[in-house]
Each structure stands twice: as structure tokens, then as C-alpha cells.
T-cell receptor, first 111, second 118 residues
Framework: KQEVTQIPAALSVPEGENLVLNCSFT??????LQWFRQDPGKGLTSLLLIQSSQREQTSGRLNASLDKSSGRSTLYIAASQPGDSATYLCAVKGGSEKLVFGKGTKLTVNP | NAGVMQNPRHLVRRRGQEARLRCSPVKGHSHVYWYRQLPEEGLKFMVYLQKENIIDESGMPKERFSAEFPKEGPSILRIQQVVRGDSAAYFCASSPKSSVRGGGETQYFGPGTRLLVL
């Protein structure tokens, strides 16, 4: 059974700092891994999707890496801004259509 | 192109009542997924449907919960005789096609329905 763990559960940083969010998964047989952002009371916004054959994806100040063999992914956020404050969710897709989510990392960026 | 729409956004029910949650997928998407997010928990898969078919309901509670995606109209998640433990955010997602072989299709999420059972 696939399990996804995200560390840390919460993170508070000053504006401008570079930061890394971690995601690990127990079953390396995945099709893809996705990072989402969730704002309070809102839905999920897809940030980056990494296929199992890829090592990383970049979008603006965000960079996500994937090491399938070790069951790890990181989300790197450069030059953080208060608007980045949200909960970041990692999800993996295995041999079925369902996504398996971690519990998320709640990020607070202080002005 | 409108995204995934869910209604109502907030729903309050008393114990024993029925809750009906609706999801309209992105136009042209024929695959719908329902997830539940309990307080302080991650999202958990409930059910995957294609038009008129339930493909995977391995995450659905065995009793009181049902889902459908008719040929016409939105997908419906129905909870009968609600209990306090059903209080959660219910998210719907859609994708244009099955992604298992291709690996690449993302699921687009709606804003969720927040169910509160009194």
C-alpha cells in the first residue's frame, strides 16, 4: 500500500528565503508525482507534474525533483514571498487512477 | 473554459439527513474522481467514475455512500443518513482521459464542498 509522507508538517520563514519541502513515498512503482498548492478554504492548484521518467520540473521560482528509486521528491521555492503562504501537497499516481496524497506542509512566509 | 465546478460550496446537515454533492467536470473531460479531506488529514481517494460507469470505488465506505456520473449532467456524491464523522471537505477532480498508460494526465480539482454535520 502506497504511503506518502511530507516533512516538515509546518514551516515558517522570512520573506526572501529559499526553502525546500520534502516528500517521500514507500512504493517506487509510480507513474508520476505532482505538487499542489492549497489555500485555506479553497481547492487545489497543480504546481508541477513530474513523470516517472523525469528527474525534475521547473516553473518560475519553483523547482521539483524526483528520485524514484529512493522514493523521494523535493519542492524548492526560491526567493519566497508572503503570497507563497499556503499548504503544499505532494501526490503520487501508481498503477491505478487514484492519487495518493501526503498530509501537506503548511508554509508561512513572513513579510 | 470553465474549470471543475462543485456545488454547494458549503452544506450543513443534521444527523440522519441526506447530503448530495454535485460536480461538473471541465468541459470535455469524461473522467471524474472524488476525494475526501478530513480535518487535519490529507486527501483520501474515494471513487473514480467514467460516464455511466464506476471504475474504482475502493475508497468508498461500504455503507451510506454512493456516486454516479450519468450520461448527462453532473457527477453526484450521495451520503445517506449522515453522521458527524462525515464532516469533511469533499473534492472532485476531472481529467480528459485515462492516464495510466500514458502517465501524464493531471487531475484538475474543484474548490470542494465543505460538509458540516450537526
Amino acid at each position: 500500500k502506497q504511503e506518502v509522507t511530507q516533512i516538515p508538517a509546518a514551516l515558517s520563514v522570512p520573506e526572501g528565503e529559499n526553502l525546500v519541502l520534502n516528500c517521500s513515498f514507500t512504493d517506487s512503482a509510480i507513474y508520476n508525482l505532482q505538487w499542489f498548492r492549497q489555500d485555506p478554504g479553497k481547492g487545489l492548484t497543480s504546481l508541477l507534474l513530474i513523470q516517472s521518467s523525469q528527474r525534475e520540473q521547473t516553473s518560475g521560482r519553483l523547482n521539483a525533483s524526483l528520485d524514484k528509486s529512493s522514493g523521494r521528491s523535493t519542492l524548492y521555492i526560491a526567493a519566497s514571498q508572503p503570497g507563497d503562504s499556503a499548504t503544499y501537497l505532494c501526490a503520487v499516481k501508481g498503477g491505478s487512477e487514484k492519487l495518493v496524497f501526503g498530509k501537506g506542509t503548511k508554509l508561512t512566509v513572513n513579510p | 473554459n470553465a474549470g471543475v465546478m462543485q456545488n454547494p460550496r458549503h452544506l450543513v446537515r443534521r444527523r440522519g439527513q441526506e447530503a448530495r454533492l454535485r460536480c461538473s467536470p471541465v468541459k470535455g473531460h469524461s473522467h471524474v474522481y472524488w476525494y475526501r479531506q478530513l480535518p487535519e488529514e490529507g486527501l483520501k481517494f474515494m471513487v473514480y467514475l467514467q460516464k455511466e460507469n464506476i471504475i474504482d470505488e475502493s475508497g468508498m465506505p461500504k455503507e451510506r455512500f454512493s456516486a454516479e456520473f450519468p450520461k448527462e449532467g453532473p457527477s453526484i456524491l450521495r451520503i445517506q443518513q449522515v453522521v458527524r464523522g462525515d464532516s469533511a471537505a469533499y473534492f472532485c477532480a476531472s481529467s480528459p482521459k485515462s492516464s495510466v498508460r500514458g502517465g501524464g494526465e493531471t487531475q484538475y480539482f474543484g474548490p470542494g464542498t465543505r460538509l458540516l454535520v450537526l
